[in-house]
């Protein structure tokens, strides 16, 4: 343990490391730890996607998906929809390529022309409207909210999932929180799956917050598993129909992380009323989406049993590297007492806390080595995490080989950063 | 003529004209002219797109479609709407499958965000906005501009294109007036290309409207001709930097009627300044478009060549349908004197205008008798044909023989209707 070491040791210590990151320095590396793309091998899992159409464009009810029409989405997708969220297909649509839009899109409706009619757009509140953010989380949905003027405030997780006393205290006081972002299921990046009682009080949510609240429930992680016993979800929509709050939970898929990033295809499942409303909005910006797409995907995939057979398939080549990530971080760190971090069950990232104040100086000396990890900050709201302390860290796209290059890299800065902080020496040169 | 006939004759007339329309009732007819949508067979043009990409997923600069990034579009597809809008490639980005999202999304920027900072965002204007709207137009494009809270100003066309008179005249007195829509080549539905002098004047509007003025080019039939040699237009994007007026002009193109409706790619070019900052707003909303379908795209297509030579084999599949409800309305209406209609030379509409006060009881006598025609007042704003006499056909998807059955309907309500208008009957039963 670090805090065990003397002063001479701390010292000596310091020493070591700093020369162990100029040799790394010096092996001119270039690596990438930030982002959560599949790699190559994953996404040639998915090349016969390609090949699913034949001459015949035909959907199952025999629309031409060559031409123009079909607004929510062609049937089949639908229903492969319904089947990955566990909704209705009458209260699913099939989107374009990017679930990230179909969320833009219903946030802008909500706020612009109202998500149950112009009575109810959050812009003509008075005052400043707010959202709240459980953190650290999912940089893209925050900028979202940012984008539409909404104040962006941080909940933090228990063990279970988000701090729903938290949640509770903030909308019971505050008409002007309109929503919450969520990724129920090994949560972006700190691999939450929520439990029972998370998803039971998040469908209680709105009898507090009121009709004109919205969970944006992005259920992105939902099939992907790494272990072969994956816990439970439980089905928001169901509980929120169950307690009569169905028009609080807006739910979002895609399988962009099952078949191609950014070229697959999109889900969104919302109430009745909710869904008649926003697609009079959708129904101006699009006359429809890729229904070609979509028919190339549903063939491929065919239904929740072809997903989850092709996500085993993913499984087994991103658990070697999780598993490789996490034997670096406990084998080079356990023994320092510095730094905590998840080994989540699914999901795309590893979050790494740091001892508060160093996370941007991590990712600082590890860029230096050649090692890029994701922006300080990043996984909050304005980028700023308020203890300097989260780092997110991405396993899937590097190959192993350069996991093995990248982490001691990686924990040579997290442990040089730490004797540093306890030697009170400036970290960073700037 | 109808005009040169007595009482009696045209009480006779009438009655004919009733009983042959009741005829054609009796046929159970079941046909569609209401679509601008491709047919099958045009479709099928383009089925080879579904072999594009064989297992090479790679872009030219190396990157692979199959994963996430890209906000503008690949390389390739950028240089492709490059040659089809005239404008320099870094000056174009290639989307989704629709255009008219594009559309949305620059018009949400630019009243939301401000096209050229938030300073220049249109929502903080005190007043009622406006947009300018040709009629008869598109009437999605008047959807998008009334969905974002515009007044929508109708102006007029002369034989060379807008009014330019009016429209200066309007904006000389009215700074609420935020832009204007255009569809340049073979406008929808009255297949006006604008002449040089049109683009012209168009060039220099931003000098009378103000920087913040926005032209919305939707060349959607920038190469959808009919002809041999079609009617040339001017480069809207030239014109305007050399008067010093490039940030006015937003143009936009897909491939939509090329390749497939709803599946294919969307180009929009704006100046530099234009971009970056609308690239900003965009990058809020998605990841960036579907690459792998602008990798089949471009792979098909080629370039501009390849493009118009694929246009000629359209011609050829559509140029006989324009014949053929030319011939109809010629045959069954000169004699009368009742309507006129435009012979275009390109695009997917033909433009008829019946008397005054007559378009919906047509539209009400065809559809009685199994024949769906475009509802009256759809391409003017709100839906209101101020003078209720443009009906907008669409020759492309129905067949020749389904002409051949449509048109003797269309033509005998459009007699019908005039008759009854000259009895001072009712025209249609309610």
């Given at each position: ?17 700093a ?23 994953q ?14 464009f ?9 031409n ?56 003509h ?46 909308v ?33 949510l709105a ?17 992907h ?133 160093l ?57 040089l ?14």
């Open positions: 343990m670090l805090n065990d070491l003397s002063q001479a040791e701390l010292v000596a210590t310091e020493r070591d490391l020369n162990r990151l100029a040799t790394l320095r010096r092996a001119n590396l270039s690596l990438d730890l930030t982002r959560g793309k599949p790699s190559p091998e996404l040639a899992l998915s090349d016969q996607v390609e090949l699913m159409t034949g001459n015949d035909n959907t199952e009810d025999g629309t031409d998906a060559r123009y029409g079909g607004l929510s989405g062609i049937t089949e997708a639908r229903q492969l929809g319904s089947q990955l969220l566990g909704v209705d297909a009458s209260n699913v649509i099939a989107g374009g390529n990017s679930s990230l839009t179909l969320m833009y899109q219903y946030l802008l409706h909500a706020w612009l022309n109202g998500a149950t009619g112009p009575d109810t757009a959050w812009r509140d008075s005052g400043q409207l707010k959202f709240l953010c459980v953190v650290p989380g999912y940089d893209r949905h925050f900028t979202i909210t940012e984008s539409l003027g909404f104040e962006l405030i941080n909940v933090g997780f228990t063990e279970e999932g988000p701090d729903m006393d938290q949640i509770e205290a903030l019971d006081n505050d008409p002007l929180i309109k929503g919450i972002w969520c990724v129920p299921k090994y949560s972006n990046p700190t691999g939450h799956v929520y439990s029972d009682s998370i998803v039971e009080r998040m469908a209680l009898k507090r917050a009121g009709a004109n609240f919205r969970i944006m429930w992005d259920n992105a992680y939902a099939v598993d790494l272990t072969s016993d994956p816990p439970p979800l439980l089905n928001l929509m169901t509980r929120c129909q169950t307690v009569g709050t169905e028009d609080s939970a807006i739910l979002f898929a895609s399988t962009s992380k099952v078949t191609r990033a950014g070229s697959g295809i999109s889900f969104m499942a919302a109430s009745t009323g909710n869904l008649t409303s926003f697609m009079r909005s959708l129904g101006v910006q699009t006359i429809g989406p890729d229904k070609i797409n979509q028919l190339r995907h549903v063939r491929f995939l065919k239904d929740l049993g072809g997903i989850n057979k092709l996500m085993q398939s993913h499984a087994e080549i991103v658990r070697p590297k999780f598993d490789r990530v996490i034997k670096h971080l406990h084998d080079g760190l356990s023994d320092t007492g510095v730094g905590t971090w998840t080994v989540p069950q699914g999901g795309y990232f590893i979050s790494f806390e740091s001892p508060p104040g996370a941007g100086a991590i990712i600082q000396l590890a860029g230096e080595a050649g090692v890029k990890l994701t922006p300080a900050g990043a996984t909050f709201p304005y980028g700023r995490d308020p203890n300097d302390s989260n780092i997110r860290l991405a396993p899937t796209f590097p190959t192993l080989a350069e996991i093995d290059q990248a982490m001691p890299v990686f924990v040579t800065a997290v442990t950063a730490a004797v540093r902080q306890l030697l009170g020496m400036a970290i960073t040169t700037p």
